[in-house]
């Protein structure tokens, strides 16, 4: 069983639609990342998570450290936000587990 | 364009061939990664170097070896692999140690045949 699992795996939707990507873990954490890997494979840093929510632009990532879930929040989701969203956490030890992804498409 | 970036793109090799992946960044950073990103798993962080010096190897077979000669450059050098190796191979650095600072390359598409 891997230490970070992620729901959906797969996602459509339509341009406009409001779009959440979940992502559950089971270790002990000291931050959880949000990555966005387009077409092509190159990979970007989307927030870094120790506590509470943070936004940037049309998205929004949440975190219940009690609970061990994340969020992520496409608002007015666009054909450009098409890609693969990872979810990762660093546990206390320092060590790096990341979920498989989940492949959005936003058709317009 | 992260400032890092890696060649070739795309690979095709035997399972006999020797090949050499190679990444280099223009950021001023003092960390850089190997990872490996297989169909349907999630990415496996492979070496990490740290001012030139390795100080991770996560169980890595010893047919994959990295050599860092200096903090811009770094290669992973690749003999006798074997199919279920084919994989995507993404380079990162970072000036610090955490993954929110880590600026990812483009990745080489390796295929074993």
């Known amino acids: 069983k891997n230490e970070v699992e992620q729901s959906p795996q797969n996602l459509t939707a339509q341009e406009g639609e409001f779009i959440t990507i979940n992502c559950s873990y089971s270790?002990?954490?000291?931050?959880l990342h949000w990555l966005q890997q387009h077409p092509g494979g190159g990979i970007v840093s989307l927030f870094m998570?120790?506590?509470g929510k943070k936004k940037h632009g049309r998205l929004i990532a949440t975190i219940n450290i009690q609970e061990k879930h994340s969020s992520l929040h496409i608002t007015a989701s666009h054909p450009r936000d098409s890609a693969v969203y990872i979810c990762?956490?660093?546990?206390?030890?320092?060590?790096?587990?990341f979920g498989t992804g989940t492949s959005l498409t936003v058709i317009p | 364009e992260t400032g890092v970036t890696q060649t070739p793109r795309h690979l095709v090799m035997g399972m006999t061939n020797k090949k050499s992946l190679k990444c280099e960044q223009h950021?001023?950073?003092?960390?850089m990664y190997w990872y490996k990103q297989s169909a349907k798993k999630p990415l496996e962080l492979m070496f990490v170097?740290?001012?030139?010096?390795?100080?991770e190897n996560n169980s890595v077979p010893s047919r994959f070896s990295p050599e860092c000669p200096n903090s811009s450059h770094l290669f992973l050098h690749l003999h006798t692999l074997q199919p279920e190796d084919s994989a995507l191979y993404l380079c990162?650095?970072?000036?610090?140690?955490?993954?929110?600072?880590?600026?990812f390359g483009p990745g080489t598409r390796l295929t074993v045949l």
């Open positions: 990162a650095s970072s000036r610090g140690g955490g993954l929110g600072e880590q600026f």
């Open positions: 270790v002990g954490i000291s931050a």
């Open positions: 998570l120790s506590s």
């Open positions: 990762a956490v660093r546990d206390t030890g320092n060590q790096f587990y």
């Open positions: 950021l001023g950073h003092n960390a």
């Open positions: 170097y740290n001012f030139k010096e390795q100080t």
